[in-house]
Structures are given as structure tokens and as C-alpha cells.
């Protein structure tokens, strides 16, 4: 069966994101630093509609993932648009061609009509909650996974009711000091097993196994 | 020129130690299941005076951190005896053989004589700041290295003043939820380079370099 899995860049201190996020700098002071290993990759740069870059372990690794990814679900808040009800002309942080190409998921308490963007993203909101979302990103991603693409808030809520079968992180040798965490307070229960370790100069990937 | 490094085990949520740590669990809530990993192993049960064990990829790189350290630097709290004026009866936590076998110099504020444990293994008591034991250190690993034992406070001290050269962290595939960071709120410009990696099936060794 097709997986329920996140990949994500975390400091060596366990931030995917650096302090204070704002409009400015949505990944917080220094976050832009955890995703230096992945902008000169032709995997990342196709994936953003740009031409050329590296081809190697860590694009293979980044290949690997979007290859397999059939639906994407996300936070209210890594779609953006405010906290109230919503401003319909907000259609996500990535313009008009977002990165995602497949199905995304954004898990709401606001109703709104889907939204297709151009290069094969279309963002369905889900109002009925976690569980409900994993279901229609299963249904729409056929055979390949089902990834969460943040935030973390979102991650830690599949990885805590049990549902999430694997993550990938990439650790970046950074550190931040303070921001948000990958990992809350009570995931304390979870086993976990190593499945892949891939080392470069410039980032670790390490994907563990969720044991149920 | 020998390195000032410090090897240590940590969770994936980036916590040497769990919540809570008293005398009863001085590694706190959790915290044995860092060193799962280590306490099988041929190399780290000889140096608890224990026999047999397994050899394998996790104990090449506990031997090769041994074999090239040539005196240890450890905090106040790890070497224990409480928070005021010595009681000279405190002989540390590890009985009377501890696993170091080398030259170990303690921060203190409190002075008292070095203190002589069988096999090879002498406290010596440091009141004059981390230069000071650094130089003691030196001078007393020869060719070989100085490894800073713990705690984090300690690491952290040699890290944010510039002498560390390297360290390796054991990632074990646990989370602790809360606990005792290995990393503070400043240590944001460290600039640090990946140096090695070793992977096996049941923690992650990562090695860095701080780069001057």
C-alpha cells in the first residue's frame, strides 16, 4: 500500500524554521539557510520552473521522493491567507505555477471551492479533519504516497495518531538557536527504525520507519 | 595539532538528557535510550570492565574515538558531589575504575587535590576557567586530542568561545519530547562542515568540523 510520509529540512538543532516568521521571511530568521543544500539542484529547480543545476546524491534523493508523491497535504497555515475566513483572492504562497504539480490537501475550518492552478497543482480544502484528508489525498494519489508537506504542527498531528508510516529529514549543518520544532512534546511513545541513511557535503538524509 | 571535540549521543529531537534528571535517573526521563545503541558493544563494555560484546561498524567509531583521546574535560555536574564546597568523600559517579582511563580535568569553583582511581583514570580539579583547563588538558593528552565529556553547558561554553574543533553526534532514532538541549539560543553563527558519516541500523554518527 502507498505510504503516509513527510521529507523536511531541519537545523542540527531540530528547527525547520528560524525565529520570528513573518511575510518578509516566512521561514523565520536564518530558516533560508536550512534549504541552502536544495536550490542548486536541477531536481529543485525543475520542480520551480527553472533550467540547469547539480545533478547528484541529494537531487537523486529529492528524484526519489517527488517521484513517488501522488498527493500532498498541508496546514492552514503553510497555505497562507490569513487566520480568518477566507480572502478569495489568496491563492497560496507559490504563484501561479506552484511547486507541487499533484493533488494538495489544505486542512481548514473555512470552506472554500477548490483551486486549479497552472502546471498541475490543484488545492481542495478539507474541512472534516485529519483523517478525512488523508482519505481524498489516498484516493487522488492512486499508487504513489501521500506526502505532508508541512507544517510541522501538521506532521506531528498524523505522526501522533498513529497514521504516519515514514519521514525523511534532511539535517542541514546549521543551527538556529531557537524557531519552530520539528518534533512536540509527547511523540515520546513513537518507535521508530532507520531505514536509509544518504551523506553528502552539504546535508544529511536520514528516513526513519514509523513501527506501529 | 591534536583536537579539542566532544562525541555525544543524542535524540532526534536534539535532547542529551530527558526531563526530570535526579539521582534516581541522572539522564532524566528516557535519556538511557540515547546509549541503547552503545551498550552492547565489545568497546564500550571494555571500557565499563565488562567482556565480550559485538564488533561492528558502531564500535570501530567508539574505538577510534578512544584511542585518540588523551584527556577529557568534564562540568561540574557530571562529575557530581553536589552544588557547594566539596564533600571530599565524593569520588565522581563511575566507582572506582572509572571508563575514562585518562587524565580528566573538572571546572569547579571549588579547589580541592586531584584525586588518583585505578586505571588511569585522575580528576583533576580546575578553578581558573575553560582556557586553563583547556592548556592543562593539552599538556596532559600529549599528541592525542581533548575530548569535553559533558555536560552540554560545557560543550557549549568551548564551542561559543571558539576552541572547539570538532564534534560527532550519535543520533539515535528516539524522541525525548523535553530535556536537556545539546545546542543553545546562540549559537547561530557557528559555521560548521560536514565531515564524515557512519551509518548502521541502530543510530546515525555525524561528525562535524567548526570552521574558523
Request: hydrophobic fraction near 40%.
Amino acid at each position: 500500500m502507498a505510504q503516509l510520509r513527510f521529507d523536511i529540512s531541519v537545523s542540527l538543532d531540530g528547527f525547520i524554521a528560524g525565529p520570528d516568521p513573518n511575510t518578509e521571511q516566512p521561514l523565520g530568521a536564518g530558516g533560508e539557510r536550512l534549504h541552502e543544500w536544495a536550490y542548486e539542484l536541477e531536481a529543485f529547480r525543475r520542480m520551480h520552473g527553472m533550467a540547469g543545476g547539480a545533478v547528484n546524491r541529494d537531487s537523486e534523493v529529492v528524484e526519489e521522493s517527488t517521484g513517488n508523491t501522488g498527493a500532498f497535504i498541508m496546514g492552514r497555515r503553510m497555505f497562507g491567507g490569513g487566520e480568518g475566513s477566507w480572502d478569495e483572492s489568496w491563492r497560496g504562497w507559490w504563484g501561479q505555477d506552484p511547486p507541487f504539480h499533484a493533488p494538495v490537501f489544505v486542512l481548514t475550518h473555512h470552506p472554500r471551492e477548490p483551486l486549479v492552478m497552472a502546471g498541475g497543482t490543484k488545492f481542495t480544502f478539507v474541512t472534516d479533519g485529519i483523517e478525512s484528508a488523508l482519505a481524498e489525498a489516498r484516493s487522488a494519489a492512486g499508487d504513489k504516497d501521500v506526502a505532508v508537506a508541512g507544517g510541522a504542527d501538521v506532521a506531528q498531528q498524523y505522526l501522533a495518531a498513529g497514521l504516519l508510516d515514514e519521514f525523511q529529514i534532511h539535517v542541514s549543518p546549521v543551527l538556529l538557536g531557537a524557531g519552530t520544532r520539528l518534533f512536540g512534546d509527547d511523540a515520546t511513545d513513537v518507535q521508530l527504525e532507520i531505514e536509509r541513511v544518504v551523506e553528502s557535503s552539504t546535508v544529511t538524509h536520514i528516513r526513519y520507519r514509523v513501527v506501529r
